[in-house]
């Protein structure tokens, strides 16, 4: 009787794909893949399929000036403090869901640093734009610039531009292609468990090329 009773188990359930998207605050390709493709595709697919990491630091340098983390930024101070604000407000709101739809206000207004308080107001109210703003200027903010910093440098193989994409934990070109082009397909079609029928999707055009190092 065994077989008749192997239908009615709970089927275990798939791992999300994980994704990790390498970025800069204001890397216009960085922007544009996390607003056009990225939080899209997160918007349309069930949370079970698709688990992301952000980490602001991209092509930025650690340096240690007498005993005092300093960091320096590709496109200049002005990212500098956007990557460390973005990182406090994930360290402060703590549920991917209210930090990533911040993100994306920020990330898709005019001004990624001088928007916080819109952004909060609209999709994370109970977040307190007091206490970001302490981390961005205490230790905190150094703090975990310089894990993003660590995490970034780690990257195996090196990251050579941003954005920098890894998926279940690799990159390759090819991934990193194809996931440019088509995020939602990609998605779709590594997940293993059921699939919902906005996998049957056509594909995105491509992206603006990277911010290379």
Known sequence: QVQSRCPSLPSPAAAPV?????????CPACRDFLVSK?????????????????????????????????????????????????????????????????IFCLESGSSVTKNLQ??????????DSGRISACVQGDTGVA???????????LDPPHQYVPWITINGKHTDELQAQAEASLLGLVCHLYQGEKPEICGSSKAPKLLSGCRR
């Open 18 to 26: 994980e994704l990790s998207l390498y970025y800069e605050s204001l």
């Open 144 to 154: 975990l610039m310089h894990h993003n910093a660590q995490v970034t440098e780690a």
């Open 38 to 102: 990225l939080f899209p595709t997160w918007l349309l697919l069930p949370e079970e399929m698709l688990n992301i990491t952000l980490v602001p630091y991209g092509n930025a340098q650690e340096r240690n000036i007498s005993g005092k983390l300093d960091f320096q930024c590709q496109h200049g101070p002005e990212e500098c403090l956007g990557n460390m604000m973005e990182a406090c407000l994930m360290h402060e709101a703590q549920n991917f869901s209210t930090y990533f739809a911040v």
């Open 118 to 127: 819109a952004c909060l107001q609209i999709y994370a109210p109970e977040v």
